[in-house]
C-alpha cells in the first residue's frame, strides 16, 4: 500500500469512530509500523485532517458538532429574527427549553439550521392555536445550539449579546 493509500485508509477509519484509535491499531490495519503511523499522522495534521491526540490513541473531530447551551430572551416577533442571526453564523438550534417553577424544566426538539425550516416553523406557530413555549416564563428560555467549531459559537452568542437577546447568567 502506498502512502497516499495508507493516509486515505487512516483518514476512513479515523473519521469512522467515535473512539480513539492507537497507532497499534492503525499499523496493523494498514500492515506497517507504529512510526509510519506517526509520520502519516502528521502529515495529514499538516494537510488540516483534524486528528488529535489522546492518552488512548488518534481521533478524528471532522464532522463534530461542537454545543452550548444559551439563555435568551425577546418578543414572538423577534423569534425569526433570533433564529436567522443563529442559523446564517452557521448554527443549528437543537431544542428550546424553560425552567418552570412548578413544572421544572420543559423543552422541545427543534432542530432548525436552514432558513426554510425556520420558515415552516413560523408558519407553524403562527397558524396554530399553540404559543411559543418561551411564552411561559414570560419570554425567557434556553436553545442548545451546536456548530462546526467553538468559534462559531462565540460568534452567534456574540451576535446575540449584540442584539439584546443574550441573558447574561
Avoid: W
Avoid at 473531530?61 to 429574527?81: P, Q
Amino acid at each position: 500500500m502506498k502512502g497516499e493509500e495508507r493516509r486515505n485508509k487512516l483518514t476512513a477509519l479515523l473519521r469512522g469512530r467515535g473512539e480513539p484509535l492507537s497507532a497499534a491499531a492503525l499499523a496493523q490495519a494498514c500492515g506497517v509500523s507504529r512510526q509510519v503511523i506517526v509520520q502519516d499522522i502528521a502529515l495529514l495534521r499538516a494537510a488540516g485532517e483534524p486528528i488529535v491526540s489522546t492518552h488512548r490513541g488518534y481521533l478524528s473531530e471532522a464532522g463534530k458538532r461542537f454545543s452550548r447551551v444559551l439563555k435568551t430572551y425577546h418578543t414572538d416577533e423577534e423569534i425569526g429574527d433570533e433564529l436567522l442571526l443563529i442559523v446564517r453564523l452557521g448554527g443549528t438550534v437543537e431544542d428550546v427549553s424553560v425552567n418552570h417553577r412548578v413544572y421544572g424544566t420543559l423543552s422541545a426538539p427543534l432542530n432548525i439550521g436552514t432558513e426554510v425550516q425556520i420558515k415552516e416553523f413560523l408558519r407553524s406557530i403562527g397558524e396554530g392555536a399553540s404559543r411559543p413555549l418561551k411564552n411561559v416564563t414570560a419570554g425567557y428560555h434556553y436553545h442548545t445550539v451546536t456548530a462546526d467549531s467553538q468559534e462559531s459559537l462565540d460568534k452567534i452568542e456574540g451576535a446575540l449579546k449584540e442584539r439584546g437577546y443574550l441573558v447574561e447568567a
